[in-house]
């Protein structure tokens, strides 16, 4: 049995490929993809701002359905159901895996012998080691399953601020993950401020529940968030796009003893960060990425309860093997969240 994988080759060079489905090992999943989120990760590859080894099969928002399972497989993971896959290297093994940051697994850096590197969610049929399969409700949108990668993120991200319910948190950007941050920050019982440029997109957000959104455009925001918190500034500063000036914005508006999260990079080879706010406000700069297996679990037990769902983002739908012309479209419309891509 053949699968078919979308694989780049090149910077800017992308084909269909069919590779031979490996027998099962005892402790491995086989699943058909019904859904693949399209990244801005595998976007950035794909045009060379990212470097991955090739060939590079992309995918890591991935909804999916059970075919097969080995035979040291849990009961619980059965032909059939829909899944969301956490494609990630976990050893439980190695010093970071045991000391709680399996979201860095050692394992990852190890050669693979599937013939590409990443994770292989742009793939009809993948196979998966037990771990790395959540089992999803049958009665929610299966598409939903493959949102649970970048939802487990966040959560990450949230889980790590030391934030107490009612206090002021700021997100600084209103893109996918912006406003992902603003959804379960109001879960949590925050008050949220979202600061982004984009009209269109400070309108959405004020929708989705922000508490108050910000022009950085048209005021100095930090001023306006001492204002709106009696002076002392926010609890939590969440920053996920802007660059260095944006993060010193971040450090400015934190109140003394304030988290600020750097959930992004500010892609700047040597960023210039105000150390000193650090410094004399005692704050606590931090940062996140990726998933664990704990935030995986929350994110999907978030998404089929129907606590977090995504009626008010812009999804789409979008051919796997019209890939290329799926990246045009999502670098070409900034305000689509996120392209679902399924097989024809």
């Known amino acids: 049995m053949k699968m078919r994988q979308i694989q780049f080759d090149g910077v800017g060079e992308l084909r269909q490929v069919e590779r031979e489905i490996p027998p099962l090992k005892d402790t491995q999943v086989l699943v058909k993809v019904e859904a693949c989120g399209l990244c801005t990760w595998e976007r950035y590859i794909y045009a060379g701002t990212e470097s991955m080894p090739f060939p590079f099969v992309g995918g890591h928002e991935i909804a ?17 159901m829909p899944v969301s896959v956490a494609k990630w290297v976990r050893c439980n093994q190695c010093e970071l895996c045991r000391r709680g940051y399996d979201n860095h697994c050692l394992g990852n850096d190890k050669p693979s012998d599937k013939g590409y590197s990443g994770p292989g969610g742009f793939s009809d049929y993948l196979v998966c080691e037990s771990y790395e399969i959540f089992p999803f409700p ?15 993120c966040v959560t990450r991200a949230v889980n790590r601020l030391r934030s107490v319910t009612g206090d002021t948190v700021v997100v600084v950007g209103a893109g996918l993950m912006g406003l992902l941050f603003l959804k379960l920050l109001k879960l949590r019982g925050y008050k949220v401020i979202v600061v982004q440029r984009s009209a269109a997109r400070r309108e959405r957000a004020a929708k989705m529940g922000a508490d108050l959104v910000l022009d950085p455009g048209a005021e100095y925001w930090p001023e306006r968030v001492r204002r709106e918190t009696g002076g002392m500034g926010a609890a939590s500063v969440v920053y996920t796009a802007g660059g260095s000036a944006a993060v010193n914005e971040c450090l400015d508006a934190a109140r003394i003893g304030g988290d600020v999260m750097l959930y992004a990079p500010t892609h700047e080879e040597r960023p210039p960060v105000d150390l000193d706010l650090v410094h004399f406000k005692e704050l606590v700069l ?19 309860s129907g606590q977090v769902e995504f009626g008010d983002l812009n999804l789409r739908f979008g051919s796997m093997e019209h890939l290329r012309e799926e990246m045009e479209r999502a670098d070409t419309d900034r305000e689509i969240h996120r392209i679902l891509l399924r097989w024809e």
């Open 138 to 152: 049958e009665d929610a949108p299966i598409h939903y399953a493959a949102l649970a990668e970048p939802v487990a």
């Open 286 to 304: 931090t940062g996140a990425i990726r998933h664990d297996k704990e935030s995986f679990r929350q994110a999907v037990r978030l998404l089929g």
């Open 64 to 80: 999916a359905r059970v075919v097969e399972t080995g035979a040291a497989v849990s009961s619980e993971i059965r032909v059939g």
